[in-house]
C-alpha cells in the first residue's frame, strides 16, 4: 500500500505548479499535463482490464477442445462481426449469418490487442515537444523570471542597477542567438499541432477510419459504439474432424473490456480534439504577436507582466521583453 501512495503522491507532485510562475505556454501544459495525464491513465485501466479478463469465449458442445485453449485461439486471431442490412437489428449486433445477404461484409476486429500499447505511445508522443523545447531553451526565461521577481522585494535604489544589469546581458548577446531561440519557440509551437493532427490522424487509422465521427455519431444517439467497439464477435476455429478433414466452427466471444474502451476512446477524442483547436489556436496567436509589436505591448501590460513592466520603464529598458 505504501508504494501505491507513493505512486500517487509522485503524479500529485508532477501535476501541481513548482513555483509562482512558469515558463510552460498554456499549449505546453495541455499537452504534457492534461492530455498525457489522461491518457496515461486510460493506458493504464485498459491494460489491467485486458490483463486480468481480456475475452470469454462459448465452446460449442460438439467442440472436443478446451475452453481456455478456444478462449486462446479466438484472441491471438482476429475476431469479426457482420456488416451489413439489419446487422445492428440482431440480438448481438454484428454476430450474423454472412451468407444471408450478399451485401454483408466481414469486419475483422484487431485493435484490441494494441490498445494499451497505443495509448502508451501517445501519451508519450505528447512529451516530446515540451522535452525538445527544454533543452533547446536552456532555462533562459525562466532564470530572468527568477531575477524580476526579486526585483519585486528590492529597495528601489537598488532595483536600476539591477535592471540595468538585465538590460546589459540582453544587449550584449548575439542577434542571431535571439533569433535562434525564436525560431525554436515558432518550432515548439508548430510541433504541438503536428504531434495533435498525427495523434488523430493515428487513432483514425487504428480504429479503422471511423474515430472523427465517433463522438458526433454518437451524440446524435446513433449506435456507432456497437459498431467500432462490439461487446460480441464471432471467431472460428480450424479443427480436424473425424476423417481428418478440416471444420470450421464458430464460436461467440464476450469482449466485455470494449464496455471500458468505447468509454476511453470517447475521452480520447475529446481530449485530442480540444489539444487540436487549442494548438492551432495558438500557432495564430503567435504569428499575430510576432508581426505585431501592438499586441506584444498590450499583452506585457496585462496580467502578471504589470510588476515588470513598471519596473522596466522606471530605469528606460523596454525593449528587454520586446
Known amino acids: 500500500m505504501s508504494r501505491l501512495d507513493g505512486v500517487l503522491f509522485s503524479a500529485v507532485r508532477y501535476f501541481q505548479p513548482k513555483s509562482d510562475y512558469t515558463t510552460d505556454t498554456v499549449l505546453s501544459a495541455i499537452h504534457y499535463k492534461l492530455a498525457f495525464g ?30 481456455s485453449l478456444l478462449k486462446q485461439w479466438c484472441y491471438a486471431q482476429s475476431m469479426f462481426i457482420v456488416d451489413g442490412p439489419s446487422a445492428e437489428e440482431n440480438i448481438f449486433p454484428g454476430v450474423k449469418n454472412i451468407y444471408g445477404d450478399s451485401r454483408n461484409r466481414v469486419v475483422y476486429i484487431r485493435y484490441y490487442q494494441w ?10 508522443c505528447f512529451q516530446v515537444p515540451r522535452i525538445l523545447w527544454k533543452a533547446m531553451e536552456g532555462g533562459r526565461v525562466q532564470k530572468l523570471l ?3 521577481y526579486e526585483l519585486e522585494t528590492m529597495p528601489m535604489n537598488e532595483r536600476e542597477p539591477r535592471i540595468s544589469e538585465l538590460a546589459l546581458l540582453f544587449t550584449l548577446r548575439p542577434e542571431c ?12 509551437q508548430i510541433l504541438y499541432f503536428i504531434n495533435a493532427v498525427a495523434q488523430v490522424s493515428l487513432t483514425q487509422s487504428f480504429l479503422d477510419n471511423q474515430f472523427i465521427t465517433l463522438f458526433p455519431k454518437w451524440v446524435m444517439g446513433k449506435p456507432v459504439l456497437d459498431a467500432v467497439f462490439p461487446k460480441t464477435a464471432k471467431c472460428t476455429l480450424h ?84
Do not use: H
Not at 491513465?41 to 470469454?56: D, F, K
Not at 500557432?283 to 509589436?293: A, D, H, L, P, R
Open 146 to 148: 527568477e531575477r524580476l
Open 38 to 67: 489522461v491518457i496515461l491513465a486510460c493506458a493504464i485501466l485498459t491494460g489491467v482490464t485486458s490483463w486480468y479478463s481480456p475475452i470469454e469465449c462459448m465452446r460449442p458442445d460438439n467442440l472436443m477442445i478446451d475452453s
Open 177 to 188: 542567438d535571439n533569433k535562434r531561440y525564436v525560431n525554436w519557440f515558432i518550432f515548439s
Open 115 to 124: 490498445v494499451t500499447l497505443c495509448l502508451l505511445m501517445q501519451a508519450a
Open 239 to 322: 479443427a480436424y474432424g473425424p476423417t481428418g478433414d478440416i471444420q470450421y466452427i464458430n464460436a461467440l466471444c464476450l469482449l466485455a473490456m470494449n464496455v471500458l474502451i468505447e468509454k476511453i476512446y470517447l475521452l480520447l477524442w475529446a481530449v485530442l480534439m480540444f489539444s487540436l483547436v487549442v494548438s492551432a489556436l495558438q500557432i495564430i496567436y503567435v504569428t499575430v504577436s510576432m508581426t505585431s509589436w501592438r499586441l506584444r505591448n498590450a499583452i506585457l501590460s496585462t496580467g502578471k507582466s504589470r510588476t515588470q513592466m513598471k519596473l522596466l520603464k522606471e530605469s528606460g529598458p523596454r525593449s528587454i521583453l520586446n
